[in-house]
């Protein structure tokens, strides 16, 4: 594995100053999606928690698609379908859009993340204490204030152990990239692979750097919730 990291590493690890390293696009596809997938998912649980059948129903009805398909199938249609259309060829911006493997990579990653991070923060929503709600209301607050200051934040810092889970997830989708042709880590290992053959190092590699992100992103989530967390732990008697 060191002869594979010292002859491969400036794929895999650093850049020669004109590509981006297989770590590198990896990550960003991962901040990309998440982030998108993310700022996109709280209208949408608002929506989703609604006793209004003209905002609930869309909602459940992309969050099923969604969550009820894999993620590579949504992949291949996005990357090898959609471009096949007709008015998505003949369009300028969809044209150079789905064109780009990335961008269709990006496209899948954020709706599939979307879709389950939604139902991740409406959960978290439906599952508030009914007193904080109460309390609030009994202030004046309501509507867009209420859930500005109330019940998103609350909701929020419940639903970090859940969506923690989603993001290592979906770092771990990000390796589908490489059906588009995104070089990202899995691209990478393939492509040494093909190079030398050696497919338990080059993959041993990969399956180590993905390994070491997820680690860190596990402890970032964790110092996270000891933060934001705490008042939910039982208090301990000194009796």
């Not at 997938?37 to 209004?52: N, Y």
């Not at 969809?94 to 991070?117: D, E, H, K, Q």
């Not at 004046?140 to 934040?153: A, E, M, N």
């Not at 992100?213 to 039982?234: D, T, Y």
Request: include cysteine; charged fraction near 15%; glycine fraction near 6%.
């Amino acid at each position: 594995m060191i002869e594979i990291l010292q002859q491969y590493g400036k794929s895999f690890l650093w850049s020669d100053g004109y590509h981006f390293t297989g770590i590198a696009v990896t990550l960003w596809l991962l901040v990309l999606s998440v982030v998108i997938g993310f700022l996109l998912s709280i209208p949408l649980a608002i929506a989703r928690v609604s006793e209004k059948k003209i905002l609930w129903v869309p909602v459940w009805t992309f969050s099923y698609l969604f969550r009820g398909t894999p993620l590579y199938v949504q992949l291949l249609v996005f990357y090898s379908g959609v471009y096949t259309l007709e008015f998505v060829r003949g369009t300028d911006f969809l044209n150079w859009f789905f064109r780009s493997g990335f961008n269709c990579t990006v496209f899948a990653l954020v709706l599939n993340t979307c879709a389950y991070t939604t139902e991740i923060f409406a959960g978290a929503i439906r599952d508030l204490h009914y007193g904080e709600v109460e309390a609030a209301r009994a202030y004046g607050f309501s509507g867009l204030k209420l859930y500005r200051t109330i019940i998103l934040p609350s909701a929020l810092r419940r639903a970090l152990p859940a969506y923690s889970n989603e993001v290592i997830l979906m770092l771990h989708a990000t390796s589908l990239a490489f059906t588009a042709t995104v070089p990202d880590i899995l691209k990478i290992a393939r492509d040494v692979n093909a190079a030398t053959y050696k497919s338990f190092h080059a993959f041993g590699l990969a399956a180590v750097l993905y390994l070491l992100i997820s680690f860190a992103l596990v402890g970032l989530f964790r110092l996270a919730e000891k933060r934001w967390l705490k008042h939910l732990k039982p208090v301990t008697s000194n009796s």
